[in-house]
C-alpha cells in the first residue's frame, strides 16, 4: 500500500510540474538594468510587483539611474519610486515599484 501511495504521489508531482511553469508567482520579469551612480556600475533588474502602493520607503530612480546600489547604506532593495508629476516631491500620484538589482555590476550596460 505505501508503495501504491509512493508511486502516485510522484505522478501527481510530475503532473504537476508539467503544468504549472516555472515562473508562476514570480511576478512579471520584465528585464531591465539599472546604473548605480555612486558605483559607476550597471546591474541586472527584473520587475517582482508594479505598482506597489504608496506606503514605507522608496529610492528615486530616473532614466534608469539611481544613487544608490547594492552594499551601499541608502540602498532599498530595490523599492522604487519615479517622480512621474515632476514635482519633485515623492507623493501618492508618483510611480512606485520593486525590482532588486542583481549582482554583480558591471562597468558596461
Not at 32 to 42: A, E, F, H, I, N
Amino acid at each position: 500500500m505505501k508503495r501504491k501511495l509512493s508511486v502516485l504521489f510522484v505522478v501527481v508531482f510530475v503532473a504537476l510540474l508539467t503544468v504549472v511553469p516555472a515562473s508562476a508567482g514570480r511576478g512579471n520579469e520584465t528585464p531591465g538594468v539599472v546604473y548605480v551612480t555612486s558605483q559607476g556600475l550597471y546591474y541586472d533588474t527584473f520587475v517582482v510587483k508594479d505598482p506597489l502602493p504608496f506606503r514605507g520607503r522608496f529610492q528615486e530612480i530616473e532614466n534608469g539611474a539611481t544613487e544608490f546600489g547594492p552594499g551601499d547604506p541608502g540602498y532599498l532593495g530595490g523599492r522604487w519610486w519615479e517622480d512621474t508629476n515632476g514635482n519633485n516631491i515623492m507623493d501618492a500620484t508618483d510611480h512606485y515599484f520593486l525590482c532588486p538589482l542583481l549582482g554583480p555590476g558591471r562597468p558596461t550596460p
